[in-house]
């Protein structure tokens, strides 16, 4: 089937089987590899993106279901000027040293773009609450909620 869908503000066309999951489109399709396949069974979030500004996990929605939508990956997080191109979530996460090996970060910044539009001051427990369906495999989660408070302009802990 023709699926069409304007990621990160670019028209992407292409023919894919009908069951073609949304992450697969992306990175065959789209060539955007920064969307991660991490579990490929909803239970990660490294494969989330914003569909028409929702954070979902793109391993769970098909090709089919994006067609004539609007999906936002990590690739199309980062713009502005030449001075500051990095999104505020992104230059948080760089630094509060929410990076950490760097998997499960695209998701994670996904996810946190959708819970500032929703809740622009959150605490520190909400923000654990919106992010318990992305895992980090590596340290911990301290220092990515840090990275959450400071693209709030919260005080970050220490």
Do not use: W
């Amino acid at each position: 089937m023709r699926v069409s869908i304007e990621v990160n503000g670019t028209a992407v066309a292409g023919e894919v089987p009908d069951r073609t999951l949304l992450v697969h489109y992306l990175r065959d399709t789209a060539g955007l590899t920064g969307t991660n396949i991490g579990c490929d069974t909803t239970s990660c979030g490294a494969c989330t993106v914003l569909l028409d500004g929702e954070s979902v996990k793109s391993c769970t929605v098909l090709a089919a279901q994006a067609d004539g939508h609007e999906v936002t990956t990590v690739e199309g997080l980062a713009g502005g000027s030449a001075d500051d191109r990095l999104h505020p979530v992104q230059r948080a996460f760089r630094e509060q040293h929410g990076l950490q090996c760097g998997f499960c970060t695209p998701g994670m910044m996904l996810a946190t773009v959708s819970l500032l539009r929703e809740n622009p001051k959150p605490s520190r427990d909400e923000v654990r609450t919106a992010l318990e369906g992305n895992l980090c495999r590596c340290t911990g989660y301290h220092n990515i909620v840090n990275a959450v408070m400071d693209a709030s302009g919260q005080e970050v802990a220490r």
